[in-house]
């Protein structure tokens, strides 16, 4: 890399001379006039800055890229940037406060190497959830709830942009022969990103945000996501080895409770996750994560999640963490089960815990082995010992709705008994009013973790409300 003080003289005298060429041409624009003469000039004043930022946003881009500045600290790129910023602000004759001074550097800091527009949202600890179906339509979701924001995008390149420089950090590409990308950004929020042809309409950006730190098992209690009698079985379960799968419908929460749940996995295991986005941050130390990759632009090069799952069996696990089962890995990852493998953790999209022994039936069917139902269905009985199904509620809140216990098949039908559930009562203006609760039926898998050293008190499956929802 060159001289940085070189570098940062160079690239303020081609930005400055950027500027002066854009201020040439707004003298050169007509004027408003007329009795709202003042509204418009405001309205002027607004579209200066925006073209401003737009121009030397641009003429930064070039010349950072040509001289590789991308790959220095974050640290270094923002000195240049604000440096940038407050010459052009100083020595420029269209007029910008303090204020707008600051939101200039601060604006292109975050073009130049964070999410531009969105950062703000990235910053709202309430968000969950950001969706860009174009320039002019930016909507997150806080509480549960879906609302549209003031935040604009400049055009649909300007978006673009965006999705190219979060694809670049993460080592993927996204362009007209791969228009669709699954992303991750720093904090493990997933992103999911298109652009045309697939969306014809434009690019769009899906984030699915998780917090600067995962929530822990305390924590979902405090939210009311499950009882402190349910929160203390599952973990007995997860030290005790037991083979469970978290089901639920989209942002019902499930990988925030598969990741709350593996703090009691102890600590000398060895844990290999699988993913599709790495977004998994486990406190113990001998962590092994993988990640899918998919095709490059030649159509190789694909890794898929089934093709992991058969590796990690070669790696010596203590555990195996599949982020989701979506497809033929499901019937690799019931084999491990099978095969000594225990203590196996996994999610699957679900609408109740019997659709998601359906589901799992039908992705073992997309292994390409032609199966019986029936063998199919034994491998499952066997395989799986809880079910948590998890649920988004309409006040927004995610609740454990239901802990089963799968116990065996009968005539080729799965047993499944319900432990623990979540039994709504009614709606106080926007909150779902409703009581954790015990079913009075003691789980099969007791004298297993009394085994395994693991002592639960049976009070805790006594019939009868635990914890208000």
């Not at 690799?332 to 359906?358: E, F, K, W, Y």
Request: aromatic share 4%; proline share 5%.
């Amino acid at each position: 890399m060159s001289d940085p003080r070189r570098f940062r003289e160079e690239l303020s005298r081609s930005i400055v001379d950027g500027g002066e060429r854009l201020r040439n041409a707004l003298r050169k624009a007509p004027r408003p006039g007329g009795a709202d003469r003042t509204r418009r000039e405001a309205a002027f004043g607004k579209a200066d800055y925006l073209s401003v930022k737009s121009d030397l946003q641009e003429m930064l881009l070039e010349e950072i890229d040509e001289r590789n500045l991308l790959g220095a600290e974050d640290a270094v790129v923002a000195e240049v940037v604000e440096e940038f910023a407050s010459r052009i602000a100083s020595s420029d004759e269209v007029p910008l406060n303090e204020l707008e001074r600051r939101r200039l550097a601060e604006d292109l800091a975050h073009e130049t190497m964070g999410l531009g527009p969105l950062s703000p949202l990235m910053a709202d600890p309430a968000v969950t959830d950001i969706l860009v179906n174009g320039p002019e339509q930016v909507y997150v979701e806080r509480f549960g709830r879906m609302e549209k924001t003031s935040v604009r995008f400049r055009d649909d390149d300007h978006i673009i942009r965006l999705i190219e420089r979060i694809a670049a950090k993460v080592g993927r590409r996204i362009d007209a022969s791969a228009p669709m990308a699954d992303l991750r950004l720093e904090d493990g929020s997933r992103v999911n990103a298109t652009i045309p042809p697939v969306t014809i309409d434009g690019p769009t950006i899906s984030i699915r945000r998780f917090g600067r730190k995962r929530l822990r098992r305390s924590e979902l209690r405090e939210l009311g996501m499950l009882s402190p009698e349910m929160d203390s079985f599952l973990a007995h379960a997860v030290r005790g080895r037991v083979n469970m799968l978290i089901s639920g419908g989209t942002g019902a929460g499930k990988s925030t409770l598969l990741g709350a749940l593996a703090e009691a996995i102890p600590e000398h295991e060895r844990v290999v996750t699988i993913e599709d986005t790495a977004e998994l941050i486990l406190d113990q130390e001998h962590v092994v994560r993988m990640e899918t990759r998919p095709p490059n632009a030649e159509g190789s090069g694909r890794i898929t999640a089934r093709e992991l799952v058969i590796n990690s069996l070669r790696m010596r696990p203590d555990r195996i963490i599949v982020g989701e089962v979506r497809g033929g890995e499901a019937l690799d990852m019931l084999q491990a089960m099978n095969t000594g493998h225990d203590g196996g953790l996994t999610t699957v999209h679900s609408n109740s815990p019997r659709d998601a022994l359906a589901r799992l039936e039908t992705m073992v069917l997309m292994a390409g082995i032609d199966l019986p139902s029936r063998a199919i269905r034994e491998q499952i009985a066997a395989a799986i010992q809880l079910i948590v199904h998890v649920r988004r509620y309409e006040d927004g809140v995610r609740r454990v709705e239901s802990v089963v216990e799968l116990t065996g098949l009968e005539s080729g039908t799965p047993l499944v008994q319900e432990l623990f559930v979540f039994r709504r009562q009614g709606v106080d203006g926007r909150k779902v009013i409703g009581e954790f609760a015990a079913t009075g039926i003691v789980p099969r898998l007791m004298p297993l973790l009394r085994e395994r050293g693991l002592d639960f008190p049976l009070d805790a499956f006594q019939p009868g409300p635990r914890h208000a929802g």
